[in-house]
């Protein structure tokens, strides 16, 4: 049955008696009263319109974010050349700053502070086209973050780029240097290389971390594997997060029947740009070359049941306490199924080097240290550490490659 449209039926509601004319005036009435096209295609539109306002919106916020990166650095680069060309002392960058909050009042970020950190920003970036091609597209606290936690100018452009890549948001990539993901990413023992393709054994590689750090859990004993499973379930943004971009998270004790056996896959997952699926083995205990067996079934079960055509084969990881690189080796060597082994740990660091726990003072020798500075007054003239809003103790101390410096 045909609709009549909405206009046409107001019309003959107002009377049919009308003349053409009023007919007529009462259609575009009608029109004027409703928006233009039908409800469903008005929806649309406003969608649309809504959309392309809000990436306006973004765009014009990301431009203005990688023009004051720009515009810092041109500071920075000016600051750094005068000091080289022309001495200029650094006093000098406290009288800019007075100046520029005369002539700037209402804009923020021209203190002192961060006109030093401009400086340290072009001195740590000499080219341009770096700033402009990767760090101009991250906020300036990423960039403080990559300065003031990064000495190594290509461990920096890494994690700016793998910033850039995932969406790190400033905390996140602070936590990402501190647990080390650069010197702990593609460093799994794995038979990538002879199972797969070599496009795809390096990116599954890429793909796999040792060891894996879930300081999260904190310092609780996980003497079971389900007690193991659960606290990773529990925090699993942060396990997400820890694993790497690309996991997606399908399920946990996922069941698989083989030959009327029941079997259960303790965490199992798609890499979104692997094209392929994971099956994630818990171990609370070390090593042990049974695990290789148990989880090539698995694997084999996952291509056969569930794998679909454009799928690439499943991928294996095992997740142990601790593991013998070589034992490891020699357990992967005879299996077909592409597998990678690394460690779990809850903390950054088990313990010191020996070189530099040695040079370190004993406990005992800081507590005795520390009870004669508080009840000794500092020399007069020496300033006592203080803590502002917005920075570091003046008299902080930084350890880096062994040895100290201040800040």
Avoid at 18 to 37: N, T
Avoid at 49 to 72: F, H, P, Q, W
Avoid at 90 to 97: G, P
């Amino acid at each position: 049955m045909r609709k009549e449209p909405r206009g046409r039926v107001l019309v003959r509601k107002v009377g049919s008696e009308r003349s053409g004319v009023g007919r007529r005036s009462s259609s575009i009435e009608a029109r004027e009263r409703r928006p233009q096209g039908s409800g469903g295609s008005y929806a649309r539109i406003l969608s649309d319109l809504k959309g392309r306002i809000a990436r306006g919106r973004l765009r014009t916020v990301l431009a203005a974010n990688a023009e004051l990166v720009r515009l810092y650095w041109e500071i920075g680069r000016v600051i750094l050349t005068r000091q080289h060309t022309e001495g200029w002392g650094a006093q000098v960058i406290d009288r800019l700053a007075r100046d520029f909050g005369r002539s700037f009042p209402d804009m923020r970020g021209l203190s002192a502070r961060n006109l030093k950190y401009m400086r340290a920003f072009a001195a740590a970036w000499p080219r341009k086209s770096i700033v402009q091609a990767v760090l101009a597209q991250l906020s300036w606290y990423h960039n403080l973050a990559l300065l003031e936690k990064l000495d190594d100018a290509d461990q920096r452009l890494w994690y700016a780029r793998e910033a850039l890549r995932n969406g790190w948001s400033r905390n996140v990539l602070a936590v990402r240097i501190a647990t080390g993901v650069k010197r702990r990413t593609g460093q799994a023992v794995t038979n990538f290389r002879r199972t797969l393709p070599p496009a795809q054994s390096d990116m599954a590689a890429d793909a796999f971390k040792d060891p894996y750090v879930f300081d999260f859990l904190g310092a609780k004993e996980l003497r079971r594997e389900r007690d193991l499973e659960q606290a990773l379930i529990d925090h699993i943004q942060r396990f997400l997060l820890e694993l790497g971009s690309g996991f997606a998270f399908v399920g946990r004790q996922v069941p698989l029947e083989v030959g009327d056996q029941d079997f259960q896959l303790d965490l199992f997952f798609y890499h979104l740009q692997l094209r392929c699926y994971v099956v994630v083995e818990l171990k609370t205990v070390p090593f042990d070359a049974s695990f290789v067996g148990q989880l090539s079934l698995y694997l084999s079960a996952v291509d056969d049941q569930m794998r679909h055509a454009e799928d690439r084969p499943t991928l294996g990881l095992i997740l142990c306490r601790t593991k013998n690189a070589i034992v490891v080796e020699y357990a992967l060597r005879n299996f077909s199924r592409p597998i990678g082994v690394a460690d779990w740990e809850t903390k950054l660091v088990k313990s010191l080097p020996r070189d530099l726990a040695n040079s370190l003072p004993s406990a005992s020798r800081l507590r005795a240290a520390l009870s004669r500075s508080r009840s000794k007054p500092p020399p007069l003239g020496e300033p006592r550490a203080s803590r502002s809003d917005d920075g570091p103790r003046s008299t902080d101390v930084v350890v880096r490659a062994g040895k100290p410096t201040r800040k």
